[in-house]
């Protein structure tokens, strides 16, 4: 650990909240520009040097979710100043969301905390009860959860929930609804429109700006953000970080962010803490961190984390003349509904897939790019357009979908949802030789271990159920199942998305090193533009169902011609501080 | 057209489809039975009665046409709101029917006033528990509330407070007194199943998320229940509403027979013996109606407790 030093660097957040507003002087600014910065991960709220309060300290916390079980938790040390923001990072299982828990009181009844001190603003609260924890809430401490579509009540209008949070503490029923529609104006949310309207009406992002707007309706000290932008895309993930940041400095409060994405934690944090298996293994000022890592786990994480400006692992060469493309769209499009409820998802999308090579098709969530998957899998019809593939002309006809799923398949996003939990591995994996009467009994099973081989599992796992498998190692069993029937086109609708950074990067590897063994065609979907740029040759940038940008994956990410596509890359997270591409992070 | 209006319409042309597809296999079963129409009608004994007789008989009530024929005949009839006359005592079906259903809604509506109330406590109150061996006690009580047989808790019931106690008397008493222990029997089961649905959904609703949000944000646990757990586990009750009629009908049965009402459950049970087709096919359709307004209900009802099932009117972005 690097020295104490005291320096007199002000906040990011502070400096952000300047830049951005140079007359804004609340009271709460004329508070928190006297707050000195300090290397954090170190208790001096003691050392008599600090007379401001921290917002939040905890020293030596072990947790178990079991009396008996390994420590989820060991021995964490953490403080979070007033006005600035520690960034939690780590993968899954590494703790960081069960420190959160702890220190937001929201550990459940089963597990066992053991701190040496925990501080909210100064109060005490190791050991406190449901009603000290319950008077604290909402005025010194604001919790913002990731929302994966169920952060809110999905039977209230916005409103109606959000202000009776207000009127449990006593706020008069007006009062509670002015001051709600103050917190969604706040958020850029219209109070009219928005608070009358229910959680599924609303997008992910603006139900995100709502988890906000809760959190901070009555300006807290203290607020902890478990992966606020995790479920979101690149830009809507930049608005909502802005927006925290902004409010958390106009409110003078300390912000814990929890985060798996260093990108987030590099743009965003005064301080990293790096967590793995429960344990702290790398802390300090976030330059520090990033130009210098200390710890080999820090290093793993960074090296693992694709950036877009890392130079693409993949060497595109060029087609040769005369091969027939794999996939050809020319004017593809195709609308849902009729009438006014009729929705363009795909208008006039053109490309060629050749043989042996990657096509990125990367935008914002409803920029029409599984539909564009799906289409070219005949899993879906079309409107208008040409498209031939394998050479041959896919037209409107459905059956014609049969044959083309022994030479394309799919693997979808989420393994746990594709794979059918009752099923074993060898099921899953063989279920498409069953399908199509490939093989006899003997050589399906021998088919199966080959496929495992193939994917780097070991045979061993064949008889597990998905439920008894990790993340990393379910998706490698789709695209096992994928591999089944020797195809020569793989569609891949974000097939890393839900894993672990360094898990993402061992699955690329596979699929470059099955491309390059097998021959292998691959369409792949992502809003994850560094990932694209990792495995891609050519890239089609997507918005509101129309290809915007197309060309070689460097030519479009290093000379973006289009405003959309720029924007698009300078919203992924870790490029705030770029100043040169030669950075590796 | 408003599609709330041709929701409903669509609703009501199923709804006779049902009822008639309801009277058609009822009608094909019961004519299929074992057992003479005849004897039936002149009381279970051919023997006494002379070739003339069973000749007249049969032709009064139609049995010599052919079964095409008595079908479309009673169909009609049926549709006309003529479900025939009973073979053993001669009355009307709709009379019987219409002097049976008073007593039986009387036992339904203080089963269901002390089930629903109950079962949602119990569930409310073993999700709700902090204690948790009181937790664990709440929520075994359901599955035992549903495995105990009617019949047997009717008896007890019987046993304790009308022949022990002497509070209540075993027959003939008029108003509460008549209807409580025969409406307490037919609760529990009821009770039971509703608490057990009620408990799953809101035990499943108390780990999603934004009960954590809302936790978060201060709110007691008694408020988190309330308003935030229970509203969207309530939708799971409707969804169970018309099993719980059933039951109510099926429970009827069992419990008029007990507690000797002359119900609905009671009219079942002596025509079914008793062979008397009409009446049968009667509390058949009765039942069959009941279904089907009752899903009706829910159905329209399920838009307004839960706005995820909202028909859309208007793209919203």
Do not use: C
């Not at chain 1, 590494?94 to 220190?103: E, F, L, P, R």
């Amino acid at each position: 650990m690097t020295p104490w030093t005291p320096t007199l660097t002000r906040s990011r957040a502070q400096q952000r909240t300047e830049a951005t507003q140079p007359a804004a002087s609340g009271p709460a600014d004329a508070h928190h520009q006297e707050v000195d910065a300090e290397e954090t991960g170190r208790t001096h709220t003691e050392h008599g040097t600090d007379n401001q309060v921290a917002a939040l300290t905890l020293r030596d916390l072990t947790v178990r979710y079991a009396p008996a079980a390994s420590p989820a938790v060991e021995g964490v040390s953490l403080t979070v100043p007033v006005g600035q923001t520690l960034a939690v990072v780590g993968e899954s299982g590494s703790g960081k969301s069960t420190t959160a828990a702890v220190a937001a009181g929201l550990l459940p009844g089963s597990a066992h905390a053991r701190t040496a001190e925990q501080r909210l603003m100064g109060q005490d609260m190791r050991g406190a009860s449901d009603k000290v924890w319950k008077n604290v809430r909402g005025d010194l401490l604001g919790y913002v959860p990731q929302d994966t579509g169920t952060g809110l009540n999905p039977v209230r209008t916005i409103a109606s929930q959000l202000s009776e949070t207000l009127r449990a503490a006593g706020t008069a029923r007006r009062q509670a609804a002015a001051r709600i529609a103050t917190a969604l104006a706040d958020v850029g949310l219209d109070p009219e429109l928005h608070g009358s309207r229910y959680p599924h009406e609303l997008s992910g992002g603006q139900r995100q700006r709502v988890l906000i707007a809760l959190a901070l309706a009555r300006e807290p000290r203290l607020v902890i953000a478990d992966e606020p932008t995790s479920a979101l895309d690149v830009s809507a993930q930049k608005s909502i970080l802005d927006l925290l940041e902004d409010r958390v400095a106009r409110a003078g409060a300390g912000l814990l962010l929890i985060t798996h994405d260093l990108g987030v934690a590099r743009d965003r944090a005064d301080s990293i803490l790096v967590m793995e298996k429960g344990r702290v293994v790398e802390e300090g000022r976030a330059e520090r961190v990033f130009a210098d890592p200390q710890h080999e786990y820090t290093r793993r994480l960074m090296s693992a984390s694709p950036v877009v400006h890392a130079v693409p692992h993949r060497k595109t060469g060029t087609v040769p003349e005369g091969t027939t493309p794999v996939v050809r769209a020319k004017g593809l499009s195709k609308a849902f509904g009729t009438g006014p409820h009729r929705v363009q998802a795909v208008t006039d999308v053109d490309f060629e897939l050749a043989p042996g090579r990657t096509l990125g098709i990367v935008g914002e969530s409803g920029s029409g790019k599984s539909t564009t998957a799906r289409i070219l899998l005949g899993l879906e019809t079309y409107d208008q357009g040409e498209l031939e593939v394998f050479g041959k002309p896919l037209g409107h006809n459905r059956r014609q979908g049969r044959e083309l799923a022994t030479r394309a398949r799919f693997v979808h996003q989420d393994p746990t949802g594709s794979l059918d939990p009752k099923y074993t591995v060898a099921a899953s994996i063989g279920e498409p030789l069953r399908g199509f009467r490939i093989g006899t009994r003997a050589e399906r099973a021998e088919r199966v271990n080959e496929l495992l081989d193939l994917v780097a599992l070991p045979r061993d796992l064949a008889g597990r159920r998905p439920a008894e498998l990790s993340g990393g190692q379910r998706q490698r069993v789709s695209i096992a199942r994928a591999l089944a029937v020797d195809p020569e086109l793989i569609v891949l609708d974000e097939p890393v998305s839900a894993l672990d950074v360094s898990v993402q990067a061992q699955i690329l590897d596979l699929l470059a090193d099955l491309q390059e063994r097998l021959g292998l065609s691959y369409v792949f979907i992502s809003h994850d533009l560094a990932v694209i740029r990792q495995i891609s040759d050519d890239v089609l940038v997507m918005a509101e169902g129309r290809v915007i940008e197309s060309g070689p994956a460097g030519e479009v990410f290093d000379t973006p011609r289009e405003r959309l596509t720029r924007t698009l890359i300078e919203a992924v997270p870790g490029t705030r501080h770029e100043s040169g591409r030669a950075n590796v992070i | 057209m408003n599609p709330v209006v041709a929701m409903i319409l669509r609703r009501l042309g199923f709804g006779v489809l049902v009822l008639w597809a309801a009277y058609t296999l009822a009608f094909l079963l019961l004519y299929a039975l074992p057992g003479d129409s005849v004897a039936a009608v002149l009381g279970g004994d051919l023997s006494t009665a002379t070739q003339q007789e069973i000749d007249e008989i049969r032709h009064q009530y139609g049995f010599d046409q052919p079964l095409i024929v008595q079908y479309l005949t009673s169909l009609g009839d049926a549709v006309r709101g003529n479900l025939g006359t009973s073979y053993t005592t001669g009355q009307p079906v709709t009379a019987a029917i219409g002097q049976a259903l008073p007593v039986t809604i009387e036992l339904a509506a203080w089963s269901l006033l002390i089930a629903v109330p109950g079962g949602i406590l119990v569930a409310l109150a073993a999700v709700g528990a902090r204690n948790p061996w009181l937790r664990n006690l709440l929520s075994g009580l359901p599955s035992v509330g549903v495995s105990l047989p009617t019949f047997w808790v009717g008896l007890l019931l019987l046993q304790f407070f009308s022949f022990r106690l002497g509070l209540i008397p075993a027959i003939g008493a008029r108003g509460f007194a008549g209807v409580i222990l025969p409406a307490l029997t037919l609760s529990l089961p009821l009770g039971a199943m509703i608490a057990q649905v009620l408990l799953r959904s809101l035990t499943h609703e108390w780990t999603r998320q934004f009960v954590t949000t809302y936790r978060a944000a201060g709110l007691s646990r008694v408020r988190l229940l309330l308003s935030h757990a229970l509203p969207p586990a309530g939708v799971s009750l409707l969804s169970i509403a018309g099993v719980v009629l059933g039951n109510v009908l099926g429970g009827a049965v069992i419990v008029e027979t007990v507690f000797t009402r002359n119900g609905i459950g009671r009219l079942a049970e002596t025509s079914v013996t008793g062979q008397d087709m009409p009446v049968v096919l009667g509390v058949v359709m009765l039942s069959a109606l009941v279904f089907v307004v009752v899903n009706l209900v829910v159905d329209l009802l399920y838009p307004i407790l839960d706005p995820r099932t909202r028909p859309v009117q208007e793209s919203r972005s």
